[in-house]
């Protein structure tokens, strides 16, 4: 069964200090890997796709890659505007689906 | 402007009082899909539809129906309410693999 298993679910951070999120998944036929951003009570925000293993992209302070078995959401020197719930989603070959819990990151100033 | 729109964005209603919540986008997407948001559990798919005139059920789609008569609809219909089909609701499009774009919600609450 395809799974998506994002980890920590929590992540506190002072302004100006990097970490990882991590998105471990297993599913039959990857047609994409996604991360979005979602804010309290709205709707997720895309951030990136990857669509191979060895693939990363970039943008302003964050950097998605991928492997054959995870992926992950490096934030460089975090500002508190990047606290947000990060969600990590793959679509299998069938065109279904499969979001993880997210993580909830804080940023302090 | 580019957009995925869905109404009501809030429904109070009643256990077995058919509704339905509507989701239409202006962006030509093949794919459009319906989500439902719970504390803890996350983004889980209920329907989605690759095309006009095809569906596929997601990971929850028991007490929900779905169509796609035209490209840019796509209504998600609960025959009888019950409370365990409260939640916030997200429809969401896109072009085929790739990434969605998500409208604002609904939030349902069936007492």
């Known amino acids: 069964e395809d799974q998506v298993t994002q980890s920590p679910e929590a992540l506190r951070l002072q302004e100006g200090e990097s970490s990882s999120l991590n998105c471990s998944y297993t599913?039959?036929?990857?047609?994409?890997l996604f991360w979005y951003r979602q804010d309290p009570g709205k709707g997720p925000e895309f951030l990136f796709t990857?669509?191979?293993a060895g693939e990363e992209k970039e943008k302003e302070r964050l950097k998605a890659t991928l492997t054959k078995k995870e992926s992950f959401l490096h934030i460089t020197a975090p500002k508190p505007e990047d606290s947000a719930t990060y969600l990590c989603?793959?679509?299998?070959?069938?065109?279904?689906?499969?979001f993880g819990a997210g993580t909830r990151l804080t940023v302090k100033p | 402007e580019a957009q995925v729109t869905q109404n009501p964005r809030y429904l109070i209603t009643v256990t077995g009082k058919k509704l339905t919540v509507t989701c239409s986008q202006n962006?030509?997407?093949?794919?459009m899909s319906w989500y439902r948001q719970d504390p803890g559990l996350g983004l889980r798919q209920i329907y989605y539809?690759?095309?006009?005139?095809?569906?596929d059920k997601g990971d929850v789609p028991e007490g929900y129906k779905v169509s796609r008569k035209e490209k840019r609809n796509f209504p998600l219909i609960l025959e009888s309410p019950s409370p365990n089909q409260t939640s916030l609701y997200f429809c969401?499009?896109?072009?085929?693999?790739?990434?969605?774009?998500f409208g604002p919600g609904t939030r349902l609450t069936v007492l």
């Open positions: 539809s690759m095309n006009v005139e095809v569906t």
């Open positions: 962006m030509n997407h093949e794919y």
């Open positions: 599913v039959s036929g990857l047609r994409g």
């Open positions: 989603a793959v679509q299998a070959a069938m065109g279904d689906m499969r």
């Open positions: 990857l669509y191979s």
């Open positions: 969401a499009s896109s072009g085929q693999y790739n990434e969605q774009f």
